[in-house]
């Protein structure tokens, strides 16, 4: 007999798992989720998104105080780094965060089952020695960093993302394996603070998902802050000793290796579905070729009655997109008909300046065969930016050369990440980069430089 039984059971409090949750017992399904961790919030808000931009925020000021207020008139005679009071403001962001999550549970009546979660039946899930009913299961579990052969992971010298965030002191030297997201983000929070940093990528471009004319673009900008950079190169192994970690390089299309020495490494070559104790195997759920739980539309597995949502499944592990789908699960799960738009959902670098995109890249799109219109608007020629002293980067627009349809849009520049938001709208509603362009736009402001890229798109920018 179970303990207690429920509408609906998800397994994992990450973004995807707590939204649903959430949204299910806003449509009044009896709802439940489990979570291993002592907070609620996944990876994301204890280990991952908010913990980094809390340190990304508090480097940039440390960055700024240094090396730009002099040049708005604002002299600081003397700045100091208090490490310890930077990371304990992090916690508290974290904590403000988690238990914010946890007031929502109970102001939804969500049930919190404390424990690692295992599907035991279809319809029955195991926590904590308890057995629990539910009509629906929803997978949410997320991912893991992804190991890398040869550099074992021990969060002290060479450390995941996790360990990254946690560092009581600032590295002479630090290495970064990967030239994604986590990577740069975390890579430019401890140059700013003052360490060498490299970061060795195996592909011959940083940031391989996003428009190639702004991740070179955005490459020069991150090497005149200091980084340096090895692409094209890839890490066979790590020594560690007394003056810290040794590793091994190669060239990835062949050659003669190298040995490079850091104080801290980190891994970050991407992220892989966490699946570990779920019981999958044995209810016949089954796995991609990468391990992700296979889904339909609608976010069925292959097992009636269980379903699965964000990171462990298909498709580009953000937190927002798990969040859209635990939304649009709960909408099904209570019977309406729900749509997730993959194409309008933005990605964003929390560097600075920033970088964010949404919809199609121009190598997508010649590699579809696509006509389409580009436009483009610096901000070193948009007033609000001038006046910010954050001239770096540009907003460009694709637009179908034939019905002028928004196909996508890429920024880098400063708050990339809130001004890609209108964009990721026009391409819901179906805009043209004329809809954008005749849109009013408050002056000045820097989403005057969107107006103009759209303008751009038809070879009439007003201001270039």
């Not at 990450?14 to 299910?24: D, E, F, L, S």
């Not at 931009?53 to 040049?71: G, I, V």
């Not at 699946?275 to 296979?294: F, I, N, P, S």
Request: charged share 20%.
């Amino acid at each position: 007999m179970a303990d207690r039984s429920f509408d609906v059971i998800v397994i994992g409090a990450g973004p995807g798992g707590y939204v649903c949750a959430i949204r299910a017992a806003q449509l009044g399904l009896s709802v439940a989720c489990v979570e291993m961790r002592e907070t609620l919030g996944g990876t994301c808000l204890n280990v991952g998104c908010i913990p980094s931009k809390a340190l990304l925020q508090s480097s940039e000021k440390f960055a700024e105080a240094n090396h730009a207020l002099a040049e708005h008139g604002v002299t600081v005679e003397r700045v100091g780094l208090d490490l310890a009071r930077m990371q304990a403001r992090k916690g508290e962001v974290v904590k403000a965060n988690v238990d914010g999550v946890a007031f929502l549970f109970r102001k939804n009546k969500v049930t919190w089952l404390k424990g690692r979660g295992r599907i035991i039946a279809p319809g029955r899930v195991e926590v904590a020695g308890e057995t629990h009913a539910a009509r629906h299961i929803v997978i949410a579990t997320g991912s893991e960093s992804m190991p890398l052969p040869g550099v074992e992971v021990d969060e002290q010298a060479i450390v995941s993302s996790t360990g990254a965030l946690a560092l009581d002191r600032v590295p002479g030297h630090l290495v970064v394996i990967g030239g994604g997201y986590i990577g740069l983000e975390l890579g430019s929070v401890w140059r700013r603070l003052g360490a060498r940093v490299t970061v060795v990528e195996v592909l011959d471009r940083i940031v391989p998902t996003m428009d190639g004319e702004v991740a070179k673009q955005f490459q020069r900008i991150l090497a005149k802050q200091g980084l340096t950079f090895r692409l094209g190169t890839k890490v066979t192994g790590a020594r560690k000793g007394n003056a810290g970690v040794t590793l091994t390089l190669e060239p990835a299309r062949g050659g003669a290796a190298e040995e490079i020495t850091a104080d801290v490494v980190l891994v970050a070559i991407g992220r892989r579905a966490y699946t570990e104790g779920l019981g999958l195997a044995e209810l016949g759920v089954q796995l991609d070729e990468r391990g992700r739980v296979k889904t339909t539309d609608g976010y069925a597995t292959s097992v009636p009655g269980i379903w699965a949502i964000g990171d462990v499944i298909a498709g580009p592990m953000l937190a927002h997109k798990a969040e859209d789908e635990g939304v649009a699960l709960a909408e099904i799960l209570a019977g309406q008909h729900p749509h997730v738009n993959y194409e309008a959902i933005p990605g964003v670098v929390y560097t600075w300046p920033e970088v964010a995109s949404v919809g199609a890249t121009e190598e997508e799109l010649k590699s579809r065969g696509v006509a389409y219109r580009a436009g483009k608007f610096p901000f070193s020629a948009n007033g609000r930016a001038r006046a910010m002293g954050e001239t770096d980067g540009f907003v460009k627009i694709l637009a179908d050369a034939a019905t002028d349809r928004l196909l996508g849009a890429h920024i880098l520049g400063p708050d990339a990440g809130t001004l890609i938001a209108e964009l990721a709208l026009a391409i819901e509603f179906g805009a043209s980069s004329e809809d954008v362009a005749r849109t009013s736009h408050a002056h000045p402001s820097l989403n005057e430089a969107v107006k103009e890229a759209a303008l751009a798109a038809h070879g009439k920018p007003l201001h270039l």
